[in-house]
């Protein structure tokens, strides 16, 4: 319809007022039935509609689960509740693995440092407020960059020193030297 209005396009190449009804089959039948010279001049103008291709590009990353649960749920009789509880699930999910975290950090701290012990409230403050503002970095509109940035090439490096770090501790455990003599 813009092409038309930019008079790019003949009047007759109008799609019908029903189109947004019931698009895949009214669009392909009010294609064929334009006339040759008309077709030829649309055709142009017109993307490939390969719906892999579009499925392709939507479904990477961190978003496909969503997509796919949500897809899941809208066919479930009942469907807003079941959006509910699977937002309920998701949300203590990530409370859980939250805690967790923070349980990680806060606890080999007070263990090292005895003094920490008296004040886990203030310890807990301060463990959280630099995570919560190091993570506002991700709901940014650049965020979802970030995320595949730090799923690509971030996690693998850690990970490697981690090993490494694992090896030399259980070699100092276990006395690698001396097994050696």
Request: charged share 10%; hydrophobic share 45%; proline share 7%.
């Amino acid at each position: 319809m813009d092409l038309i209005a930019a008079n790019l396009l003949p009047p007759e190449a109008q799609p019908p007022d029903s189109l947004h009804h019931d698009p895949s089959s009214i669009y392909s039948k009010w294609l064929n039935n334009l006339p040759g010279q008309v077709k030829e001049r649309i055709l142009p103008h017109l993307t490939d509609c390969d719906l892999s291709e579009q499925l392709s590009e939507v479904m990477v990353g961190p978003g496909v689960a969503i997509v796919a649960i949500s897809n899941i749920i809208s066919v479930f009789s009942g469907s807003t509740f079941w959006a509910i509880i699977t937002f309920v699930l998701l949300v203590t999910l990530g409370l859980s693995t939250v805690i967790g975290i923070i349980q990680g950090i806060i606890t080999p701290l007070q263990n090292t440092f005895s003094s920490l012990r008296e004040h886990s409230g203030l310890l807990t403050v301060g463990v959280c407020v630099p995570m919560f503002l190091s993570s506002l970095l991700f709901v940014r509109p650049s965020g979802s960059y970030y995320v595949n940035l730090l799923d690509d090439y971030w996690t693998s490096l850690p990970l490697f020193f981690v090993v490494i770090l694992e090896t030399v501790a259980m070699a100092w455990i276990y006395g690698a030297r001396s097994q050696m003599k």
